[in-house]
Every structure is written in structure tokens, then in C-alpha cells.
């Protein structure tokens, strides 16, 4: 009698594996990189799950060590590079893999300074935000990568709007055309083909949304996000699409007046719970 219940899909491998790289240059002058990775492989595992045979698997602490032991072998150069060589060496390990993807965050590391100075060996946390890339290899055919940044908190004062919407008897919201555009960018873009430069490519990608964001009239959040993922798509032609999620993050004025104080309209509460949630994806328009 056949079971009523079947294994759908599975996928396995490890995650939150933590790794720093430094490179020692002749002159003294240390680089850092550090890493987050985790790299997950679909394939021939069925039997893991259904017959308790783990014939086909190799552990996930051989996955953990593999990224450790690629890293001592090759500087780790672009993220979306690593990811690539870290799902080709898993499949080259593994014929019962049928594909890897591997997803890469990346904090920044800067040189302090001293004296007006970088300092060769000592650093300071960078930007807040982190650098991602995602690469899913296949046993035969061109990877697929995906990059990106998440937590990019940027602010503007004014410039924004927000008016014309729908309303019922519940709206209470009144209508602005002056606010506070607080959010947290978190986008992905993905490449139909490779760049010279994976590292120059992204800040220009980075580059151009914060641009419109700091100079264009908002009129809502979606406005701006649209603008910001057509500049992007604009300044690098090797990106095909690119997915925002943007929270607004509000600022919420604060009436002085009510503590006797007059209200200059310059106080403000900042909250980001409960958000709004705006999220889109800017592609190439195949008809243009």
C-alpha cells in the first residue's frame, strides 16, 4: 500500500558559517574580510529521508570546512567569485549534487586612522549595512547570481509627500507634502551577465539609487522606489532586474506646544513599529 504522504523537496547544508580572511601584503599593510556564508545543496538525498541511509551525504561539517579550506587556498576576491568557486568545489565533492547555492553577507571593515593616517593593521566597523550576493551553481550551465545590500538605513527631512490616497471612515492619516522619508533599503539584483568589476559595479548600483533617493521629490514611497530601481538598471547594463523592500520608517511630530513650549515644528518621535512595507521588483522591459 503506497503512503499518503510524500517528500515534496528537500535541500540541505550549512549556514551562519563565520569567516575572516587577512592578507599580509610585502610592504606590512594588512587586508581584512569577513564573511558570513552558507551553502545549501538540492540533489539525490531521498534516501536520507526515507530510508535513513545517508550514503549520499556528505556532512555538513565537510561543507562548514570547505569554505575554510577554499579560503586558504585563493584570496577571496569578489563575493559572488567565492560563491561560485564554493559551488563548484562541492559538486566536484559530491556526485549526488545536482546544484549548490551558496548566499555570502559581507560586513565592511575600514582603516583607522591615525595621525591623518590608514593604519596597515587596524580597523573600524564600516557602514552598518551589509554587502550580499547569493550564486546558485548548476552541475552543467552558467551560474545564477543575485547581489545586493541589506540594512541600508538612509533619511531625508523633506522633499517627501504623501497625499491623494484612497480613504474610508477609518483613514485617519492627514495628507502632507512636506515629511520625514526614513527607511532601511534592503535590495537584490540580478545579473544576466558578469561585470568587469563585480565590486565597482555594485557601488554604482548603490550609487545611482541614493542618488535619486537624496534628490528627487517623493511623492510615496513607491514613486521613489521605482525611480531608484530605473536609475539603477540605467547605470549598469549587466543587472536584468532588481527587487526592493523598503519599510517606512516614520517620524512622527511631536506637539511642544501642549508642554507651554512653542512648537517650531522641529521635534519629532522616531518609530519603526508598527511600518509601512513597500516592496517591488524593476526589470528591463524586453519590448523597449
Known sequence: MSSPFRLAANRYGKARVRLARVSRGADGVHQIRE???QALAEGDFEAAHL???????LPTDTIKNSVYGLASQREIGAREDFGEAL?????SRSPHMSSVTACLWEGVWQRLLVDGQPHPHAFQQ??????FAEVAVPRSGPARVVSGVEGLSV???????FSGYLKDAWTTLPETRDRFFGTLVSSRWEWHRAPADYAAANQAIVDAMLRIFATEFSESVQATLYSMGCAALAAVPEIERIH????NRHYLHYDVARLGLEDKFEVFLPTDEP???IEATVERNPAA
Open 244 to 247: 526592493f523592500a523598503l519599510p
Open 155 to 161: 533619511l531625508k527631512t523633506t522633499a517627501s509627500a
Open 87 to 91: 559551488g563548484r568545489h562541492y559538486l
Open 35 to 37: 564573511l558570513t556564508v
Open 51 to 57: 530510508q535513513s541511509d545517508n550514503a549520499h551525504i
Open 275 to 277: 511600518h509601512g512595507q
Open 126 to 131: 564600516g557602514p552598518p549595512f551589509r554587502w
